[in-house]
Structure formats: structure tokens, C-alpha cells
């Protein structure tokens, strides 16, 4: 259930451009109730809800045109960053598209009930899924590339179907970056409207269809947002079998970040502020440089002085739309000549709230269709919501789409001096925001002068490892497959190098931390002979790393890099644990336990199916048991959260037991 407060505040910003490095460039609900009153699409609801995982924000995504868990899928993050620190920054925010067609009506992914519906069996996989996941790696998916050679490029969109009808499905579609989502849904059906009893309140269908891609890096100098592209087509003529041009449209996206930590106990979205920055900027960090950069910015963050505080702030970055350069005047424009900000809208909770479609339009219109509106920052702590519209798209004929590309970003406030005051003031850290613009600004084509959005060059994938024990000795070999894979961006193959990493000795058999990893050894593409025995597949190349610790664990992997420095990310997957003295390497340890104490809850991860977590106290009382998720991008993990069982202050057991008989115990701490 919508809880009544949603929430986004809003504080103005003098700008920090400092010292800045830019890199360049499921949980199934049940189906809703058929009541399509107005043509052939159905209304019925394939909800899919997942998240991303690749970088530093996880944010909860669905088919439905919104992103946060809105209260349900209580076990994913809703908009966490840094990954791993419990720090949430998100309710949930959705796309507003708002126009006159039939009637002057708001299609919303989130807010009062969400018009944006999916169809049943559209999506991916085998049972079908809502959204259609890609990493780069897969067989197909490079950009710019005719991946089944049948002389066209990118022509077959990731989506399960047979869209170039050759047998063969999403084997040739562009995949953007490392983690890429691909949702479609509809704004096509009548229906009733729960805040009046009115029947002319009612929501009147602008007759949509909306594709949405989402997409994440990995690397450490842009995993901290996640870029997000709409194509919004007017598919009217599949309600009538004529259709309607749409007039006046406005795009929007209304986000509602509820700052703080993911405790049960706190009240997070009372204490936000947050607000609207433009920034017109020069960065000359980066091979080709110098670059200009246009950042247009709502953020919100927390108010300090609570103990619920957090460090950052969520802002919600416009980053392009479609545009109309010839058009002669305003009337007779398809679009705005360019890209920005029409309206930004703040309020908080309570009375200023939409009540129906046309009061959703004047909040994406704002005061004029010709002049922009911003609104002031927030001047106390509240439970706020923002929203950023573009346009008007004045003429929205059948069959015609927009684009609209925004993006999620994560940073630090800082404290500056103020010099009206006297005071400090707190202002967002914008290194995260320009980087993710320069990402979105790509290049332009020198052959066509396109302008080739959402770029960013990759490195091969790790290499495929064995690790031979000895006495205290390690044999790591690796194979030379990486050597051959082009970039999925430039198609070129960039390969530049390999770097051996061990983490250890370890004590106990656990996957290692992060800041545990070290180089052995590191060797560019040129000088690969003192380690290349020859030999084609894992053990083309070898190096025996000694003055080990026999009967301790130790990790290795071996990363590549490609010309720009760039390193592949690393998984369980890649990584092999190994035990001087012992006959053969030791497989990963297949579970996980993330421990914490002073947050809400408690991970086990890499659960097999079947598993089952018991929690006792430490009397021996049984107070839950957990079966780890088998749907979704949280398959195999299980939660134990300590206040949805009162549990105090204090110390638990658990015990992990597995088809195979295999019990794991430990004890957990709750600190309240």
C-alpha cells in the first residue's frame, strides 16, 4: 500500500566544480481486472520488478514505468548507495507524459494509481520475463556491429522476438553498457480513478506505447548512476483504428527520494531538502578533451543534526530529448529547438498533491508553454517530491515517437564557506553528474555527424583461471581468450593487458573484501612472452606465485585492461581459492553471509534451492524460517530483518541447511 507521505525536497545551490576527473567517452502480481473500455489492448498487468547491481546505485526498476520498491518488494534495495552501506535514497519516481488528445489527461509510472500497463507474454526468457536483461559478454549485443552478418547493424532490439524474421532471436541488438534493462508497457485502457467519485475524473488513455532501457557501468569512475532512455511512440490508432494527434505534450519525471537509512524504526522522508541546479561547465580531464558540458539537476539530500542522517544526495539529471531545429516559429514545432528544463515543481506533501489528470498536466506545464517555471528551494525539512518536465512537443502525430533520456545520480554534499552569511552551506559535489553527462553526450560520427549517445568504452572480459597448490607455492594459468573480443562500443579489439590479484592468507574459506585484493603482476600485450608457454586455452599463460602460507586460503583472478586503462570487473565467478599444501584448488565457498549489525537486516547469500535459514535466540527458540528467493534478480538470497520479529538488542544463532545435508551455523548480532 501507498503510504501517504512520498517525498523530495529542494534547496538551491551555489555550485562545486572542483578538482574533477572525468573519464570520458520479481516478485509477479496478480493480474489487474480487464475493464478496457475503449479498444482491443488488454489491461492486464505482468508486473516484473528488479534491480541493478552493476555499480554503486541499486536501484530498483520495473515494467511499469517507475523505479523504487514503493513499499513492496521489501527485500531488494530501493535506491541504495554506496552498494552495500544500507543508505537509501529512493521511495520510488515514474514517468509523467501529459498532453491534449481526446482530452487533456497525465499518464503517470507513480503517483495515486499509475496508468502504465504491460501485456501478458511480452518480454524475455524461457518462462517469459516483463524485462529483458543483457550484460555485455553475451553472444550478441555489440554496438555498431552486424553481429549475425545479414548486412545491417542493430537492427534486432533486445526484446525475445524474432524481429528480422530469420529464425534466430536478439541476435543482433545494441547492447549499451554493462547491465542493460529493456522494458516496454502501454498507456492504452480507461479506468476508474480513486480519488473521485466523478466519472469525468476518470483517466482518458493517450493511446502509448513506451520503451524504457536502463543502463549501468561498472567502473569506479562512472558506477554511481543509472542513465535511462524512453522512447514514447503515439500507438492512438490501436484504440479506434484511427487514433489522434496529441497536442501540448509534456514529459516529466516525478521523483519522490526519501533520504536515510533502510531501518523499519525511522521516519526517513520528514527531514529532506533538496533542489534545482543548472551548470554550464568546461571539463579538461580525459583524452580528447577539452569538453563543455551542460548539467541540469533536482536533487534531494538530508538535513544534518539527526541520527538517521546520510551523507549524499539522489538527483534526478535531464540529460536530453528529442528537438526541433527547423521548424520556423513555436506553433507550427514538433519540438523544443533544444534540449532543457521546462518546469520544476516542488512540493511536499499534503494539499499542493495532484487530484486528477489535468492537475497533473499544469504541474508539467507549469505557468506558461512558452515560459519555464522553476520553483524555489525547499526552506525546511519536510517530506517532499520534485518534478522536472521538457517540451512542449507541440504536434504529436500517430505514429511519431520522442525520446527522453534522464538519469539517476549519486553524490557527496559538501560544506563550503558562505559568504552572504558568514555561515557554511551545503552544496552537492557535481563530479558524479558531469561524469554521467559526458557519458550521455558520447561523440559525434565524423563520417555522419550523428551525435552517438551513451558511450563509453569496455574492457575484455576476465580470463578463465586454474590455481595448482604446492608448498607455498601457487600455479595460476590463465587462457588468451580476452585477447579477441572487440569493444562492444567501437567494435575495435582494445586488448592492452592482463593483471594478476591475490587476496590472502585468509583464515577462513569466506569470499575476500575488496581492500584485501593486491597486484602479483601485471604484463601489457607487448610483453607477454616471459609468461606464454604456447599452449592454447587456460595455460597459455603461467606464473607461479610463492612464499605462500601452506593451510591458508588464498584468492586469485586475472583482470584485463584495454587502451584507455580501463580494468574488467571482477565476480565470484572469476575468482579461485586455493590452499598451499593441499591436492587440488578448493572450490569457492558457495554461501554468503552479510553481516551488520546496527542496520536492519541480515543477507545469506548463494543459497542453493532447497535451503532453508532458521534464526534461534540463544535460548534455542525458533523464530523464523527463511527459504531463499528462487525469481528475479535475487534468486538464491534470503533476508532476515530483526524488527519484523521484535527482536531486541542482543545476540542470534542461524543455521544454513541445504538438500545435501550440509548445515552452516553462526551467530548474529542486533544491536537496536
Known amino acids: 500500500m501507498m503510504r501517504p507521505n512520498l517525498g523530495s525536497p529542494a534547496f538551491v545551490a551555489a555550485v562545486l566544480v572542483a578538482a574533477l576527473h572525468v573519464v570520458p567517452g520479481q516478485a509477479r502480481a496478480r493480474s489487474a481486472p480487464d475493464n478496457d473500455l475503449t479498444g482491443p489492448r ?79 507474454n511480452e518480454g524475455c526468457g524461457d518462462p517469459i520475463q516483463g524485462i529483458c536483461v543483457t550484460h555485455h559478454g553475451a553472444p550478441s549485443g555489440l554496438r555498431f556491429i552486424d553481429d549475425d552478418r545479414d548486412g545491417l547493424i542493430d537492427e534486432d532490439a533486445l526484446d525475445g522476438k524474432d524481429n528480422d524474421s530469420d529464425a534466430r532471436i536478439d541476435e543482433d541488438f545494441a547492447a549499451i553498457s554493462e547491465q542493460m534493462f529493456r522494458a516496454v508497457f502501454y498507456d492504452s485502457s480507461t479506468f476508474f480513478n480513486q480519488f473521485h467519485i466523478d466519472p469525468r475524473d476518470d483517466h482518458t488513455a493517450l493511446g502509448l506505447t513506451v520503451t524504457q532501457e536502463s543502463y549501468v557501468w561498472s567502473d569506479p569512475a562512472i558506477d554511481d548512476f543509472v542513465g535511462i532512455e524512453y522512447r514514447i511512440e503515439n500507438t492512438s490508432d490501436s484504440i479506434d483504428g484511427v487514433g489522434w494527434e496529441i497536442r501540448r505534450v509534456y514529459l516529466g519525471m516525478l521523483t519522490d527520494s526519501d533520504v536515510g537509512y533502510d531501518n523499519d524504526d525511522w ?31 533536482a536533487y534531494t539530500y538530508d538535513s544534518p543534526g539527526n541520527v538517521e542522517d546520510v551523507p549524499g544526495y539522489l538527483g534526478m539529471m535531464l540529460l536530453g530529448h528529442t528537438v526541433d531545429t527547423e521548424s520556423p516559429d513555436f ?27 489535468l492537475d497533473r498536466y499544469h504541474l508539467l506545464r507549469g505557468v506558461s508553454d512558452t515560459a519555464r517555471t522553476i520553483d524555489p528551494p525547499s526552506t525546511r525539512p519536510d517530506d517532499y517530491r520534485h518534478l522536472t518536465s521538457a517540451g512542449p512537443f507541440n504536434h504529436f502525430p500517430v505514429g511519431a515517437a520522442i525520446v527522453l533520456q534522464v538519469a539517476f545520480v549519486c553524490g557527496e554534499m559538501v560544506e563550503v564557506f558562505d559568504l552572504e552569511t558568514g555561515g557554511s552551506q551545503r552544496i552537492p559535489d557535481l563530479t558524479n553528474p558531469i561524469r554521467a553527462q559526458r557519458v550521455f553526450d558520447g561523440y559525434l560520427d565524423p563520417d555522419t555527424g550523428e551525435r552517438i549517445h551513451w558511450v563509453l568504452g569496455s574492457p575484455p572480459e576476465a580470463a578463465s583461471v586454474a590455481v595448482t597448490p604446492g608448498n607455498g607455492i601457487a600455479t595460476v594459468e590463465w587462457d588468451e581468450s580476452p585477447e579477441s573480443v572487440p569493444d562492444p562500443i567501437t567494435g575495435e579489439t582494445d ?178
Open 267 to 297: 521516519s526517513p522522508w520528514v527531514d529532506d531538502q533538496g533542489a534545482y541546479v543548472e551548470v554550464d561547465t568546461t571539463v579538461t580531464d580525459g583524452p580528447g578533451g577539452p569538453f563543455s558540458v551542460s548539467l541540469r539537476m
Open 331 to 357: 506553433e507550427s514545432s514538433f519540438a523544443p529547438r533544444e534540449v532543457g528544463v521546462h518546469a520544476f515543481r516542488l512540493w511536499s506533501a499534503g494539499s499542493a498533491d495532484p487530484l486528477d489528470d
Open 495 to 672: 586488448f592492452a593487458g592482463y593483471q594478476l590479484e591475490r587476496a590472502g592468507p585468509m583464515p577462513s574459506p569466506g569470499l575476500p573484501p575488496d581492500d584485501l585484493w593486491r597486484v602479483v603482476g601485471a604484463w601489457n600485450a607487448d610483453a607477454l612472452s616471459d609468461i606464454d608457454t604456447g599452449s592454447p586455452g587456460v595455460g597459455r599463460y603461467r606464473y607461479v606465485d610463492s612464499g605462500l602460507r601452506n593451510f591458508q586460503s588464498y584468492w586469485y583472478r586475472v583482470r584485463t585492461r584495454d587502451r584507455e586503462g580501463l580494468l574488467s570487473t571482477s565476480t565470484a565467478g572469476d575468482q579461485v581459492r586455493v590452499v598451499p599444501l593441499a591436492a587440488t584448488a578448493v572450490a569457492p565457498e558457495p554461501i554468503v553471509v552479510v553481516t551488520n549489525p546496527q542496520t536492519s537486516r541480515f543477507r545469506f547469500l548463494n543459497l542453493p534451492e532447497g535451503s532453508a535459514v532458521r534464526i534461534y535466540t540463544v535460548a534455542g527458540k525458533l523464530l523464523t524460517s527463511i527459504a531463499p528467493d528462487r525469481d528475479g534478480a535475487t534468486v538464491g538470497q534470503a533476508t532476515w530483518r530483526p524488527a519484523a520479529h521484535a527482536a531486541a538488542s542482543g545476540v542470534y544463532f542461524y543455521r544454513i541447511s541445504t538438500p545435501e545435508g550440509v548445515a552452516r551455523t553462526g551467530k548474529l548480532v542486533v544491536l537496536r
Open 42 to 120: 488488454p489491461r492486464t498487468d505482468e508486473f516484473e520488478g528488479w534491480f541493478h547491481d552493476a555499480g554503486q546505485l541499486l536501484l530498483h526498476t520495473s515494467n511499469r514505468g517507475y523505479f523504487g520498491r514503493r513499499g513492496s518488494d521489501a527485500t531488494n534495495p530501493s535506491g541504495e548507495w554506496p552498494a552495500g552501506s544500507d543508505q537509501e535514497y529512493l521511495y520510488a519516481a515514474g514517468l509523467w507524459v501529459a498532453g491534449v488528445g481526446v482530452d487533456t489527461t497525465a499518464t503517470s509510472g507513480f503517483f495515486q494509481f499509475g496508468e502504465f500497463w504491460n501485456h501478458e
